[in-house]
């Protein structure tokens, strides 16, 4: 405990075990519809780090305000269980991965539970356990029976001397060596298992319009991803091979095309390099489809091009890839960055066919070629260098190249590609199939799963393949031998559904309850990194509609709200492990208190924002608690007597503004905004009981007001002085606080009485006043506020002729001249002010902010009261000030 703070340890475990005796956070069955708030499940490393601490501060304290307002609330937690780490970690420590998972989920739940987040922990799911992988393997069962699966050979990390697959983060460094043994990573193919996605792929980039609670980055990356694009299928002719199929969006280039290019495992590059060692060494060595450049090795080939008839040399490059579009493509320097790139290398003509579209373009003329040999021109222009088809545009020498061209078809091509699921790794799903020499891949019957995972082997390869006896088994279609495949799968499959399981996680005889899911269904308010933006969103996505299409849901979208959160940094740097610039949340727990580090990360910035972790920020939110606290505690050890004055309505109007406009920064998530205005309102009553003996009534509504405005964020210690303010049962379960107020009015009122104050300081600084005897503030005459609503309605160039057409702004001579120029200058940032009324009554019942600061008495004045010359100063907005020294 810091010495000038309060015993927080004591205030939050008491608050933590009152809400575990009452169960405070459980979701009961039978409730209708809660709002269902939901963080991305962590992968139980063992500690809780920052970015799970922001993440889980966001949903627990959105949760928390939603069900204050009313809402039943679904706020469930649970663990992204498999994965390797943790079969490395049980590798090093000579343990399982089982036990080593199950106490990091311990020590974390701990944790969790420390920051006291509001969790329905009867709900908690762990996706290691057989009753939750069974389902993944009932899934995969259903999407097999809608012919949603595939086995196919695809390409894997092979180390030859551990003769085992790699997973890519077991291939390490440039030169890609095996983690283990250092010996170089080999590729190979095997048969893997895939569900297929891209059967999905237009519903999934067409439903994306739809997600209007997702921000537009995640959206778009969803959209890249998934990349459609619309072109042509046609074939060009190989020496030797006959027709070879490519596709191109750009056949509008097809007089450009220099060169052909195909993937280095399309089956002519295969063929090839049986024959020539530089095709064979080039596939199996220096094709790298991830790099940077783009590689590639001449074959002696020719292929003909359909519609010059011109024959262009062949390339095995590395930048095709056999699973999008057809594994071929014309290659068009001048009209491609990656093409041009490849054809300065190996040394390719590169020939201009579009020109820009020139301004004045007449729709038939051909412009001239442009200069392509530095850099490539990409956009859609006009054709040249293109036989009959020069001079027309692209779109339409697109649509009349595809006609003419005999083998050209229009087509579509998807950048995504089927998700392989194999993982060659213990810790995961065993994919429930067993292979059978007479009757091939077999699925398991449902009614035999789990297929559960045997006893941990420690050994180099997969440990299921070490697992002789688990392997041995009888084939569920003819009963003959059989062994079970090794695989288990990706990680991803388990979170693709996990927030289904959460709705009914003891059902035993199916995934979810549809009934249920169906009515809670979708996620209301999903919170997690950006770093998931494309796989695990997009998979979840992909369940969802299979679920949809064939087990009854009724929702074809998981998440209706989505809020990526920005990372915490230390220095503008990710916090990181390597660099040992962490800071831990169990010290600031400690030291501070979880309130503090909870209310200190909502505070400083925007959840989707990055921000700097500041050990200064901690503790001024800390010492803001501790002061809050003793506010409480002078309070009720001495309730006040004062008046229910002007300053008191000022108070009582400063606590509608702030709680009106803090609930709506809290309906957008924008908890800084929320939290600002609410430490502002502290700053108020502070300084009401600091400057006279407060009226009770409205003070204790301000701080109750304060202490459920907080609650969401800070929730142990709202509770405690939720409890010494008198009331009864948790503040989770009260009221929020509501207030009906004219936003603009508020706003205006505030804006008038900061100009004001900033005024009075300037005078007292610039005319040197050292102890000012009497404050005037004078409002502006009525005539002023008419000209200045001319001013903003008017749009007559001449503002002044417009005002003095008004007799009675005209009667004011030279000041209706001289303030209508000032009007005229200004005309631009305008806008209207409070009427002189509201103003006066505005500035009076602010007025004792000013005499406290400036400790002078302070009179509001109407203009009628005062001379001519005061209120040459006085405008709408800007009242005159006259001080008495
Ligand atoms: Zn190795
Ligand atoms: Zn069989």
Redesign the pocket.
Known sequence: MSETGYDHAAVERRWQAAWDDEDAYRTPDDVDDPTYVLGMYPYPSGKLHMGHVRNYTITDAYARYRRMTGDEVLHPMGWDAFGLPAENAAKERDTNPRDWTFDCIDTMRDQMESMGFGYDWDREIATCTPEYYKWNQWLFSRFHEEDLVERRDAEVNWCPECETVLADEQVEGDDELCWRCDTPVETRELEQWFLKITEYADELLEDIDDLEGWPNSVRQMQRNWIGRQYGTELEFTLDGYGSVEAFTTRVDTIFGATFFALAPDHPISEELAEEDDDVWQFIEHEADPDGDEPNGVETGLTATNPVTGEEIPVYVADFVLSDVGTGALMAVPGHDDRDHAFAEKMGVDIEPVIAPTPDDWDGETVPDAPDVSEAAFTDDGVLVNSGEYSGLDSETARERLTEDIESAEEATQYQLRDWGISRQRYWGTPIPVVH????GA?TVPDEELPVELPEFINTTKNPLEAAEEWKQTT?P????E?TRETDTMDTFVDSSWYFLRYISPDRENVPFDLEQANDWMPVDQYVGGIEHAVMHLLYSRFFTKVLADNEGLEHREPFTNLLAQGMVQLEGEKMSKSKGNVVSPQRIVEEYGADTARLFMMQAAQPERDFDWSEEGVRSTYAFLTRLREMVEEYTANEPDGDDDAVASYVASEIDATVAIATEEYDELTFNRALRETQDLVRTLRQYADSTEPHADTYERGLSAVVRLLAPVAPHLAEELHDALGNDGFVVDAEWPTADVDYDYVAKRRQLVENTREDVRQIIDVAGIDDPKAIDVVIAPDWKYDALEIAIESDAPNLIGELMGESHIREQGDAAASYGQDLQAEREALSMTLDPDDEHDALESAAWLIEREFDAPVSVVRADAVDDSVLKNAEPGRPAIEIDD
Do not use: I, L, T
């Open positions: 059978c020499d007479d009757c077999v084939c279609e003819c009963g003959g059989a």
